[in-house]
C-alpha cells in the first residue's frame, strides 16, 4: 500500500505561483501512476495532472494547461505540481493520487490511494 501526505497549499493573489508536494511512504512507489485532483466546495473532485511511473507522459486538464506542471522524484517518494498563473477558480483542495495504469488516470476511479487534502486560495 501507499500513504500519501500532501503540502505547500496557503494562500496567493492572483497571478501568483504556488508549488505542492506529496510525499509518499509504501514499498513500490516508483511503480505508480501518480495524479492531482482538486475539489471545491460544493463541485465533484476534478482531475488536474497524471504522471506515468518513470515521469516520461504527463497529463493535464484543459483548464490548467500551460500553467502547472506536474513532476515527481522516485528516488525522493514525492510528488510535485508547480502553479503558475494562478486564478481565483483554482481555488480548492488539493489531493494527490496514486493509481496503476495512465489508461485510467483523469478519474476518480483510476486511483487507489489519496492523501488528505491542501488547501489553495486564490484573492482576487
Known amino acids: 500500500q501507499v500513504q500519501l501526505v500532501e503540502s505547500g497549499g496557503g494562500l496567493v493573489q492572483a497571478g501568483g505561483s504556488l508549488r505542492l508536494s506529496c510525499a509518499a511512504s509504501g514499498r513500490t512507489f516508483s511503480t505508480y501512476v501518480m495524479g492531482w485532483f482538486r475539489q471545491a466546495p460544493g463541485k465533484e473532485r476534478e482531475f488536474v495532472s497524471a504522471i506515468s511511473w518513470a515521469g516520461r507522459r504527463t497529463s493535464y486538464a484543459d483548464s490548467v494547461k500551460g500553467r502547472f506542471t506536474i513532476s515527481r522524484d522516485n528516488v525522493k517518494n514525492t510528488l510535485h505540481l508547480q502553479m503558475s498563473s494562478l486564478k481565483p477558480d483554482d481555488t480548492a483542495v488539493y489531493y494527490c493520487?496514486?493509481?496503476?495504469?495512465?489508461?485510467?488516470?483523469?478519474?476518480?476511479?483510476?486511483?487507489?490511494?489519496w492523501g488528505q487534502g491542501t488547501q489553495v486560495t486564490v484573492s482576487s
Open positions: 493520487a496514486a493509481g496503476v495504469t495512465m489508461t485510467t488516470a483523469t478519474v476518480v476511479e483510476g486511483y487507489d490511494y
